[in-house]
């Protein structure tokens, strides 16, 4: 029997799992921290580092507190967080601002820049990220910081880190940038690094996007590595501050939603979509092979002996919040009685975009859209209409995945959204036309427990880790007849997504989209 600890930072807290090899999850804790916002901004979004630390610490004094385990019985600490979260610093690796936050999306025309350079030069990076350079992602944010900092901050840059990484440095006690590794899963597709071009982009092409960027590369230095290696031994400052022994081992981090998604039970052939505020899909395969418009084929992003794929959404919960939020209400409250609507009766057809599109399309200047509206339509038409199109949305991803070799045999529903709403399962089973396997249990910080598993030799693989201690699953069942209707109101979304979402699109005839809604609608209400 062993202990370990498995950390998972979101957007407002932390939250840390104690993990017996022979019983699974002890007990977990969440502390929580702030985001800042600004009204003036919507697009700001930033986090302070010692924040999260110190509700790191927090947490793992409260889980171990709560769990009755001993600080010295926990073998192995492993950490995942939101990504691209990025953060400057100085050269003792003190931070010359607060990260900018994977939901910051200020940085729209940096990255506008480094597609139409990518594309010029022909840089092959870019086809690894989708054939778009997202403003979600590391380069263009650093621009942006770059282009905005004052002169005196910009003297003391340094390098900048993913969060994955400089938790990890700061819990090891790295102070030197010559002494930091960088997570594979992290610094893959949203900081164009591959083996396969020398790592990341070349010092001519980052200078020729913009000449603050000259001489970075050599900045965002250190070892590249997976997961299955150590990044250090807990440090003698933080083992005091979490209550937990010196020297343990920390393994490399990684993004969340990948971990996650390994927690939920994730193998090849496998899609796990990780539901949260957003919506992060993972995949394994053992062929690495680009996906257009999907934006994260890395080897060794999720399990180290395989290809990872990440898609997704760039807003789900947050689109419930939203219509929540207009109606004056809870989201809970509002989707009271959800399970009472038909498939298709409230003759909405709402898109995805209220975020923009991270796949596949990955235009960030989309919005909200939601056609069908009549004088007696409710919030509650509209929240059941938004989970209706986060599921279209997500069978357009998973059919382009498909397209181009990724297997998708299993469609496993991680996160926390669903846990608590059977009726979105249900939807995306019907929608998909495939069971829906939602782990008994919440498996969130699950995968970073697995990993430390694995890091202090517990386990012989990640693999042997899940099949210990993954939960077991609860299944939805697609039904027929709401099958039928969503075969009906399927191609009415897909031809409103490619019509509306690229500048581009050949012109396509929508004069059938609102007749077919009403009368979708009319025949399954009385049905």
């Not at 070349?202 to 299955?228: N, Q, W």
């Not at 699953?473 to 709401?482: I, N, S, V």
């Amino acid at each position: 029997m062993a202990v370990v600890a498995g950390a998972d930072f979101g957007t407002l807290s932390v939250r840390v799992t104690l993990l017996d090899s022979e019983k699974g999850r002890l007990a977990t804790a969440v502390a929580e921290y702030p985001l800042h916002r600004r009204r003036e901004d919507p697009d700001f979004a930033t986090q302070s580092h010692d924040d999260q630390m110190n509700a790191l610490a927090k947490a793992t004094r409260d889980v171990l507190e709560q769990s009755g385990v001993r600080g010295d019985q926990v073998v192995s600490f492993a950490i995942d967080t939101t990504g691209s979260s990025v953060i400057v610093v100085d050269d003792n690796l003190v931070p010359l601002d607060d990260y900018y936050l994977w939901c910051d999306h200020r940085a729209h025309r940096e990255a506008q820049e480094i597609t139409r350079k990518a594309h010029e030069t022909g840089l092959e990076a870019i086809e690894w990220c989708g054939g778009v350079y997202s403003h979600e992602w590391g380069w263009a944010k650093l621009l942006h910081w770059l282009r905005h900092a004052t002169d005196e901050k910009r003297s003391r840059f340094a390098t900048a880190l993913e969060h994955c990484d400089m938790a990890a440095a700061t819990l090891t006690g790295v102070r030197s940038p010559k002494d930091l590794k960088r997570s594979v899963c992290a610094m893959g597709h949203k900081w164009m690094w591959n083996p396969k071009w020398d790592g990341l982009p070349s010092e001519e092409f980052l200078g020729s996007v913009d000449p603050l960027l000259a001489g970075v590369r050599a900045k965002i230095g250190g070892e590249y590595l997976t997961s299955d290696h150590i990044y250090g031994g807990l440090s003698a400052e933080w083992a005091a501050k979490m209550g937990l022994n010196e020297g343990i081992p920390i393994p490399v981090g990684a993004f969340d939603a990948h971990w996650d998604a390994l927690g939920a039970g994730c193998r090849p052939g496998d899609v796990v979509n990780v539901v949260g505020t957003s919506t992060c899909i993972i995949a394994m395969a053992e062929k690495t092979e680009l996906v257009p418009g999907v934006c994260g084929v890395v080897p060794g992003s999720v399990d180290p002996r395989l290809t990872g794929i990440e898609a997704g959404l760039s807003a789900v919960g947050d689109i419930f919040e939203g219509i929540a939020r207009r109606a004056g209400v809870a989201v809970k409250e509002l989707a009271r009685g959800l399970e009472s609507y038909k498939s298709g009766q409230t003759g909405l057809l709402r898109m995805s975009w209220d975020n923009g599109d991270r796949t596949v399309l990955v235009n960030p200047e989309l919005g909200g859209v939601t056609l069908g509206w009549n004088l007696v339509h409710t919030a509650q038409d509209e929240l059941y209409a938004a989970i209706e199109g986060t599921a279209f949305h997500t069978r357009i991803i998973l059919e382009r995945m498909a397209e181009h070799g990724v297997p998708v045999d299993r469609v496993i529903n991680a996160g926390g959204i669903p846990q608590n709403n059977t009726v979105l399962n249900h939807i995306y089973a019907n929608v998909l036309n495939k069971p829906i396997l939602v782990p008994d249990g919440t498996p969130t910080s699950l995968g970073s427990g697995i990993v430390a598993m694995a890091a202090a030799g517990i386990f012989p693989s990640i693999a042997a880790a899940q099949d210990k201690l993954c939960l077991p699953f609860r299944t939805y069942l697609p039904d027929p007849k709401a099958v039928a209707i969503y075969q009906q109101l399927y191609p009415l979304y897909r031809k409103l997504y490619f019509a509306l979402g690229s500048s581009d699109a050949p012109a396509v005839s929508l004069g059938e989209v609102l007749p077919e809604l009403r009368r979708i609608a009319s025949e399954t209400r009385t049905s």
